[in-house]
């Protein structure tokens, strides 16, 4: 865990320090964001409640306007109907420098709806389909909505994939995940958590002498989705969060400005930490990013911080997914079977684990999700597809209409001891990456090339902070080149991934 007492002595002991010193002490002090402390949470255990204390509509409101939706497309000749009707309330409030800069609410509603026109010759395999959307949740704003999806139907071209799903495909037994936690809490409530996480951080060091600010967010919502087909199904979700981002210098006025974050999201706000753990591991982020250096192009094994290693994981997503395979715009095509990992890696996309962000008994079809390894032993065994992208491939859909669920990268070789002071140790001399900038992906060719900020490390230490390199090579080497995992795992957003050391890549320098 987050050695708090040692920051609040290095923060608050009075000894006269100066900056070169502090800052290497920080350095050596850097931890995984693992083990920020979680013990203590920011609100006290929170009971599961009923989404009707933040929602305007329960759930049985937002069934029957479905039906309404179903039943008038019915009557006005369409073949199919799928109809999602959503609702969702929140707050943000952002504090700056103790101030609040902005408090914002939130209540949205929305309802999609698709209709489906089949030429019965074709025995409903060639279809036109049409889609239309309203916020107004009046009788005849229905009306219109489905009349308008009709309408774009009836001049759209026909297409034999694009038909909803089969019967058997549909998930009829939803399970909760445990998705959805009220957090009653008002403007003047987060505008102290979020004075609390600023604190924290500028109170670190006389070297952090500005704010981006913190924000503190609580988001409650709900949806339902239902078809012709007999489908319907829904649950409410939450999403809450903390962020804070100090602003470091090595002097006043200086050049060698540096600014870094960190925050928590969760679906229940009793698992979020105390906003001055927060704030003081941001606070440690920031300070060892001052007095940054600049690099000779050099070939080099790079560490990949456990935040970033989970966007390894999101261009993998990218690569498989059905859009880009059967648009043959993928480096991945057709690579069902294939080794693109060490015999060590396993991905596993996982749709039940409660509480996780990316968990759902059904997709955004409706059709049932599933547990399964989409990389097994470093060979890819699945793509994710949904309905429409599977008939394109002439293959089945594996329930991820919507993307991934909870995507989550294994090493058969990782210990429970790899944690990050290890991964150091088995980087050796290299770079750890702690920010990447840029969109510098090619998904056709699986050219990688970004702008990166992060630390040389020396024999399995720390050396110094760098800045202004680029760091190159191509998704299929850098796949390949995985050579480990660490135990520091981390979740962000539906992906879930420790530190992630490749053996080799390109760093552009000075």
Partial sequence: ????????????????????????????????????????????????????????????????????????????????????????????????????ETIEQN?????????????????????????????DFSAQALKDTVEAAYNIAR????????????????QRRPRDFD??????????????????AE????????????????????????FIMANSRGFMGGYPYSHHSISVAPIASPKRGSDGMQRDYWYASMRNPADLPKPEA?????????????????????????????????????ALTQAISGGSLYRKSSFLVDSIGQSIFGKHIDVIDDPFVLKGMGSAS???????????????????????LSTYSARKLGMETTGNAGGSHNLSIRSRLTRPDDNFKTMLKKLGTGLLVTELMGQGVNYITGDYSRGATGFWVENGTIAYPVEEITIAGNLRDMFRQIVAVGSDTLVRGNKESGSILIENMTIAGS
């Fill in 362 to 384: 059904f997709d955004d079809e409706g059709v049932k999700t599933q547990k399964r390894k989409v990389v097994d032993a470093g060979v890819v065994r699945g793509y994710f």
């Fill in 199 to 222: 604190a924290a951080a500028m109170a670190m060091s006389p070297l952090i002498r500005n704010s981006d600010g913190a924000s503190v967010s609580a988001q409650h919502n709900h």
């Fill in 179 to 196: 998705l959805y936690y009220s957090w009653d809490i008002d403007a003047e409530a987060a505008m102290r958590i979020g004075q609390r």
């Fill in 107 to 135: 209540r949205d509603k929305g309802i999609g709806v698709t209709v489906y026109l089949a030429d019965p010759f074709f025995k409903n395999k060639k279809v036109r389909r049409g889609n239309a959307s309203t916020s």
């Fill in 278 to 314: 927060i704030g003081l591991y941001a606070a440690q982020r920031v300070l060892a990013r001052l007095n940054a250096r600049k690099l000779s192009t050099r070939q080099a094994p790079v560490l990949f911080d456990a935040p970033l290693a989970t966007g390894l994981l999101g």
């Fill in 1 to 100: 865990m987050i050695m708090l007492s040692a920051w609040l002595h290095l923060a608050f002991n009075g000894a006269v320090r100066t900056a070169a010193m502090f800052i290497n002490q920080v350095r050596k002090k850097r931890i995984s964001p693992s083990e920020l402390p979680r013990r203590d949470s920011i609100v006290s255990k929170v009971p599961r409640s009923k989404p009707s204390q933040h929602l305007a509509y329960s759930s049985d409101q937002l069934k029957q306007l479905a039906q309404d939706v179903l039943g008038h497309a019915r009557k006005i000749g369409a073949s199919d109907c799928t109809v999602e009707i959503s609702e969702g309330s929140g707050l943000n409030v952002n504090v700056r420098k103790a101030q609040v």
């Fill in 155 to 170: 001049f759209t071209a026909e297409d034999d994939s694009a038909a909803l799903p089969e019967d058997e495909w549909y």
